[in-house]
């Protein structure tokens, strides 16, 4: 059974840090193309960063570039999302998922996790 699991969200006050976990089982993270979603209640779900060890790329929204980094960890089949400088606009639910070959864009997915909440306030 293919399974994504979230982990690592939380409440943080702005400029604070999160790292954002994705643990796969059933897949190899390092032969798909792996992002990372958030939604806003009464918002679209919309790309975060994504990533492809096979490609050697990486992306990244241009309101976190500089503060977010997406990595992978083949021996723990897992892929982090390190969330730095958080602020109120960074709150939503975070969701990771994997595609074979796709770009950052939701409807590019067929495999989700549940979502973690990530909630920045002071």
């Known amino acids: 059974e293919v399974q994504l699991v979230e982990s690592g969200g939380g409440l943080v006050q702005p400029g604070g840090s999160l790292r954002l976990s994705c643990a796969a089982s059933g897949i190899t993270v390092d032969d798909y193309v792996i992002g990372w979603f958030r939604q806003a209640p009464g918002t679209e779900r919309e790309g975060v960063s994504c990533i492809s060890e096979s490609a050697n790329t990486t992306y990244y929204k241009l309101s976190v570039k500089g503060r977010f980094t997406i990595s992978t960890d083949s021996a723990k089949n897992t892929v982090y999302l390190q969330m730095n400088n958080l602020k109120p606009e960074d709150t939503g639910v975070y969701y990771c998922?994997?595609?074979?070959?796709?770009?950052?864009?939701?409807?590019?997915?067929?495999?989700w996790g549940q979502g973690t909440q990530v909630t920045v306030s002071s």
């Open positions: 998922a994997a595609d074979f070959l796709a770009g950052c864009r939701p409807d590019e997915y067929k495999i």
